[in-house]
């Protein structure tokens, strides 16, 4: 393989995004392994991921090598390995995740006031940035 090929691991289907997705639907961690193009079919379900700084732009940009076509794109907190959260990347979810879902949890006396600070100023900032800044991501999508 080439160094110009995607890079990636297939896993077992063990994550809880694969459950909004079909049997079959192919998982693909982009921060390991390369993966071969013929190892996806046509018309199935593929699940990209990542992990790393930028994995948004990664992730698109790996899906168009791979000629997946984008369904829906989530936001994954606090990591891959253990996922919390799984929010629709979309400004509805977004928002209502930092309006009515996140919060400063009970019992943290030295750190809840700069901890309600941050939360205020994520709930300020415009939606887009926490698909931009989240520390994992994943992507769904199938090849045409």
């Not at 930028?54 to 997946?68: D, M």
């Given at each position: ?5 995607p890079?990636?691991?297939l896993?077992?289907?063990?994550s ?18 390369p ?5 996806l ?13 930028l ?12 000629g997946?076509?984008l369904e ?6 606090p ?17 209502y ?5 996140a919060t400063?949890?009970?019992g943290l ?5 700069p901890?309600?600070?941050l939360?205020?100023v994520?709930r ?5 940035w ?7 991501r994943?992507?769904?999508?199938r090849r045409p």
């Amino acid at each position: 393989m080439s160094s110009a090929e995607p890079v990636g691991r297939l896993r077992r289907p063990t994550s809880p995004w694969l459950q909004l997705c079909p049997p079959g639907t192919v998982e693909i961690d982009i921060r390991s392994t390369p993966v071969d193009e013929q190892q996806l079919s046509a018309d199935h379900p593929v699940v990209l991921m990542d992990q790393r700084p930028l994995c948004r732009r990664r992730l698109r940009q790996v899906a168009r090598e791979l000629g997946v076509v984008l369904e829906r794109e989530f936001v994954v907190l606090p990591t891959l390995d253990r996922p919390m959260v799984v929010i629709d990347d979309v400004e509805e979810a977004i928002r209502y995740f930092w309006t009515a879902v996140a919060t400063v949890p009970p019992g943290l006396a030295f750190t809840a006031l700069p901890a309600s600070a941050l939360l205020g100023v994520a709930r300020r900032t415009p939606w887009r940035w926490t698909g931009a800044f989240a520390p994992a991501r994943v992507v769904i999508g199938r090849r045409p």
